[in-house]
């Protein structure tokens, strides 16, 4: 992954448009960049891709936050 090579703080949408085997990979990394200590935050409107990481997931509609809560919340809503 060329884009994360040298350890950018913010990456903002990196999945839309992805191959599915590409898109597993970029996963599998940012899940690795968390196990190892660093923060993650993904901004995409992929909620399946979202709950295969998150903990925690914040819900944003015309700029405003409305609602924050565990991933295991929206288990489901993704479908």
Do not use: C, W, Y
């Amino acid at each position: 992954m060329a884009s994360v090579k040298h350890s950018p703080n913010l990456k903002i949408e990196p999945t839309p448009g992805i191959h599915p085997e590409a898109l597993a990979e970029i996963l599998k990394q940012l899940k690795q960049f968390a196990k190892d200590g660093a923060g993650v935050m993904l901004i995409t409107h992929d909620l399946i891709s979202a709950l295969e990481i998150a903990d925690r997931i914040a819900v944003i509609e015309e700029g405003r936050t409305v609602e924050i809560s565990e991933a295991k919340a929206f288990e489901g809503k993704g479908e």
